[in-house]
């Protein structure tokens, strides 16, 4: 059995190479929901549905989010109301908002909702929310004129593009939250448990922040590998840099294994970035050289198999 | 001033042509919400939105709701969720729904949300709800095996295609609820009311459950005029056969009469039914002859001129 940790697009990716390695149906993964929001009232849930579209094949191939040939009607329809529609949801990807706030207001547990909407895309992996509970992750920046602001998640990554100078990280609620049923005993049982490529901040971030989660995969820090979504000091795609940088995570793969080292015993790092391997053995993570930038599912799939040989 | 009741389908048909032979800017129309409920998570007004979108012009021509030209993109998509969308939303319509849902959630009146999205449809009638409080009817239906069942408005009319015995109607919440702001001064003011040719059950119904409206509308007798939705012993369009006669109304203009002539002082009956006349006038009732059968904008307009020459 595997255990993956997992964000949204890195995680994806990666996820889709590692279910050509390994049987589909033995691998669960654990999805950060701090970036969940609710957008006109429709309860959004960006990285579980990502990791869901990708490893059911119907993501779009390049935005990231959503699904291929999306319509935005319902979205676009909004402009009349005088809305600037900057989360932009496409309206097949609606329906599943749609039926996830309808089951949640019927007093359906994410969890629950989650499996559900796996198996109606036919999605073999059991995926899992990081907790029932409400996380999110809030976003300070500091302004031009020296004012701070507190953003929700999507507003400082979508609305704001990212652009805004970070000061501060908090995974709200995540101190009073839960781990998903399960999730604790997956970890614990897993023979290998892996840290996708996801960004270490705000989307592994709030996983280890949930209470319970990061002593689990400490206690197994022997069968936790990680694989970097840093590659000669930048983020594949994704905002990980702002972020890693303003908040004293150095922005490398020696960064990344640094902030891992409590709970990773084993880190695969891009072939580009193999003049690191001493500085991970001296934090005392194992470096293991592959290459990381999943081009395609093949190479992705390669990638899944180093990951997993490397503590086998 | 003229204050218009509505509900759905054949109030909008008649308000399209009242708005041809009056200022559209001197006419409030108070719009039945019993029939409003949560469909996904989003609130959905559908009188509300039929008025709006006739006096629009976008309304779909035949089906009664929705608009013209619309997609069901996201509702189709429902389908893989193994939901059944008897409820059948289209894509445009549901930026309405999202808007309303948002515009609510952020503490704002049904009256003030609906002002918004009449002026974004640039619709020049003031249109009120009945109520900002929740009135929701309740149709009891009588089952083949005998057993009793309390269905919301649209699972009776939308759901079971209005098929199912009717035993009972109720207006849950009704007793509890005010006015509309502005709706009982405007009754007062008004130089004519105008009840529309709507279902006197489940949409006329509800308004005059609101408390104060009957009453405001009883102290203007004189100056209130319905249009009867019945033309010989039938509904143009609905379900009022299967509302009225349960529930001890005669289907028939002189019913409609009967059931209005505590605030009621005049009644259109259609000229196929002017053989009614000396029973509306033995119930107290006025009766105009006028063609009632809305086949145009300018028959409808022919209408509302008959309507308030019978008062003014």
Chains 1, 2 share one sequence.
């Not at 949640?104 to 547990?109: M, N, P, R, S, V």
């Not at 990554?157 to 652009?163: L, N, P, Q």
Request: proline content about 6%; glycine content about 10%; charged content about 20%.
């Amino acid at each position: 059995m595997l255990v993956a940790l997992a964000g949204g697009v890195g995680a994806a990716r990666f996820l889709r190479g590692l279910v050509r390695v390994v049987p589909p149906e033995d691998v669960t993964v654990v999805v950060n929901t701090a970036d969940d929001d609710v957008f006109w009232g429709l309860a959004v849930s960006p990285d579980l549905d990502t990791v869901t579209y990708t490893l059911a094949g119907t993501e779009h191939p390049e935005q990231g989010w959503g699904l291929a040939g999306e319509t935005f009607r319902v979205i676009d329809g909004l402009a009349r109301y005088g809305v600037d529609p900057w989360f932009r949801l496409g309206d097949r990807d609606l329906a599943t908002h749609l039926y996830r706030t309808s089951r949640l207001a019927d007093g359906a547990t994410l969890t629950e909702v989650t499996t559900e909407i796996a198996a109606a895309w036919g999605v073999a992996p059991r995926i899992v929310p990081m907790s029932d509970d409400r996380v999110a992750t809030r976003v300070t920046v500091g302004r031009d004129d020296g004012r701070e602001e507190t953003l929700a998640m999507q507003e400082w990554f979508v609305r704001e593009r990212a652009a805004s100078t970070v000061v501060a990280v908090d995974f709200e609620g995540a101190a009073e939250s839960r781990p998903a049923p399960g999730v604790l005993d997956a970890i614990a049982a897993a023979d290998t448990i892996v840290v996708c490529p996801s960004n270490p901040v705000i989307s592994i971030g709030p996983l280890l922040a949930v209470p319970g989660i990061r002593d689990a995969m400490a206690r197994r820090r022997d069968r936790v590998v990680g694989v970097s979504p840093i590659i000669a000091g930048a983020p594949v795609k994704g905002p990980a840099d702002r972020l890693m940088g303003p908040l004293g995570i150095e922005v490398s793969c020696v960064g990344v294994a640094r902030a891992y080292a409590d709970f990773c015993g084993t880190l695969v790092i891009d072939s580009g970035d193999a003049a690191h391997a001493p500085a991970l053995e001296a934090a005392g993570v194992r470096a293991v050289v592959a290459d990381t930038l999943m081009t395609d599912a093949r190479v992705a799939a390669a990638l899944a198999r180093h990951a997993l040989d490397a503590v086998a």
